[in-house]
């Protein structure tokens, strides 16, 4: 499941740097579907980035990897 996730992660990865950003991930919790991920640079700082968070990383993530279940944010 993790490499699946990094998968995912380096294909949405682009498009945050061009904003300034980035994404790092920091757990997979496969018993839980959980993934933990520190967003970066202007990401870690902007007011959109719980949106960025939900509606961009955590919806691609459920979609293409059905085992997560959830993301969480790790300051």
Known sequence: MKEKVLKVLDSIRPALQADGGDIELVDVDEAKGVVKVRLQGACGHCPMSRMTLRHGVEARLKRE????KSVEEVL
């Open 65 to 68: 990897v059905p085992e997560v």
